[in-house]
Structure formats: structure tokens, C-alpha cells
């Protein structure tokens, strides 16, 4: 809980969230989940269609669906037509090609709608960002796990050539490994310090105590620190370890 509490965006989201329910969710997973289920329900700007609304759960399978795009197209930003955004980092809604039947009938006014919400801000007319990147790792995750992909082909989409995983992808290859255990092991033995992103509530003792072997392994080796961890992982999980595997009662 510290480390939601400590980060603005999930801070946000906690505080949300207790307002409604008046608890806490448990997990880094849970929280995402529901905060980006009320930004979806959430319009900044108005609603501007002659159709009627998209139901909040709709609108979070077009975001998890947006998330994939700009996260393994790498379409950091969205027009909506703007001939100024013609780049390759650009996801023109009115341009692109939807072939996966899991998303099918999923239009240019379903994301236009989407783009309304608090999950994204206008940068300039017809021009929007995230609100936040972490949502689009987020549901770019949720993406691949509920279009069923096997561990091997999640695989394929976040390592380069050098079988690390790809700098811009660590978040969501985190997500993802919190929920498959066979891209936690592949990660594990090519490029760990990756997995130290994952939400250890999420991790099996025995996988935390695989993740600590192989960053210390990787220290000795190196001499270099561990640059992604964050202190709240290290420290919850070496004593969660240290309590059950290396000083039994």
C-alpha cells in the first residue's frame, strides 16, 4: 500500500476509490483494473455523438485495445485526422485497420468517444496523449492476456534479437509476467531485473525467492545495482523470503 500511496497517479486512484467503496484494493492489479474502469466512465470533455453512450465495460475493452497499439505499434500519440500528425508514432483513429475477430465492431466513434474521457488529454485540437503512460502499459497487458496469446507469443512481442526485453516494454512485460508463469521464467533466466516492476503481492514466495537468487547472481556478475527495482519490492520480498526459505522457525 505504501507504494500506491506514494505515487501520485495511483494515490489518485486509491483515494477514488475508498470515496466509493470505502476500501482499499489489495492488489496494484485490482487498483489499475478499477481505476481505469472509472476513467472510462469518467467524461472531461462532452460527449459529443448522435449514438448512444458506450457502457463503461465497452469503453474498457477499446482502452485495452488502444493500449496495445501504443504501447507494442509504439503509437505514442492519437489524432483524430490531424494531417500534422502523419508520423510513424502517430494512431490516426479513422485510419486504422481492426482484422482480430475478439474486437471486431469496434469503430472510429468508439475511440472518439474514448478519447473523451479521463484517460486521455488533448495535447492541441485533434491530438491526444495518455493522461498517464502507465495506463497504456497496463491495458496493453490486460490486451494480450484476454486475446489468449500463448507464453510464446507474448514472448516474441517484448524481446529484441539479444533475447532481452525491450526498454519500453518493462512495465507491461511486468504485467504480463505477474500473470503467466512461463514469460516469468523466460524472463527470469534472460533479463530478471525486469520482473522486480511486477507487483510482488502478485508473486509465489518460491518465485520471489527465484527473482532475489538471480538479481544477487546478476550483482556478482556485474557489480552493477539493480536499476529498476524499487526498494518497496526489494525489501517486502527479501523479508517475506528471508522469513520462510533462509531462517525457518
Wanted: glycine share 4%; hydrophobic share 40%; aromatic share 10%.
Amino acid at each position: 500500500m505504501t507504494g500506491f500511496v506514494t505515487t501520485p497517479v495511483t494515490l489518485r486512484m486509491l483515494l477514488t476509490h475508498f470515496k466509493s467503496n470505502g476500501e482499499f484494493p489489495r492488489t496494484r492489479d485490482q487498483l489499475y483494473e478499477i481505476g481505469c474502469l472509472e476513467l472510462c466512465a469518467e467524461p472531461k470533455r462532452k460527449m459529443i455523438t448522435a449514438l448512444p453512450l458506450t457502457p463503461s465495460k465497452r469503453r474498457f475493452e477499446i482502452a485495452m485495445l488502444m493500449g496495445a497499439i501504443t504501447i507494442f505499434c509504439n503509437k505514442q500519440l492519437i489524432s483524430k485526422g490531424n494531417p500534422l500528425c502523419n508520423n510513424d508514432v502517430v494512431f490516426d483513429i479513422h485510419s486504422w485497420k481492426i482484422t482480430s475477430s475478439k474486437v471486431s465492431g469496434i469503430h472510429s466513434d468508439d475511440f472518439e468517444e474514448l478519447l473523451q474521457t479521463a484517460l486521455f488529454k488533448e495535447l492541441e485540437p485533434n491530438k491526444f496523449s495518455w493522461a498517464h503512460y502507465s495506463y497504456a502499459e497496463y491495458l496493453a497487458a490486460r490486451y494480450a492476456q484476454d486475446q489468449e496469446l500463448t507464453g510464446s507469443q507474448i514472448i516474441s512481442l517484448i524481446e529484441n534479437e539479444e533475447r532481452n526485453i525491450v526498454p519500453q516494454l518493462y512495465q507491461t512485460s511486468a504485467w504480463l509476467a505477474g500473470s503467466s508463469e512461463e514469460v516469468f521464467n523466460h524472463i527470469l533466466q534472460n533479463d530478471p531485473e525486469v520482473l522486480s516492476l511486477c507487483d510482488s503481492n502478485l508473486l509465489s514466495d518460491s518465485s520471489k525467492r527465484a527473482l532475489l537468487i538471480a538479481l544477487l547472481d546478476r550483482y556478482e556478475q556485474s557489480g552493477s545495482y539493480n536499476r529498476l527495482a524499487s526498494w518497496d519490492f526489494l525489501s517486502n520480498s527479501i523479508f517475506l523470503v528471508s522469513r520462510k526459505f533462509f531462517f525457518p522457525i
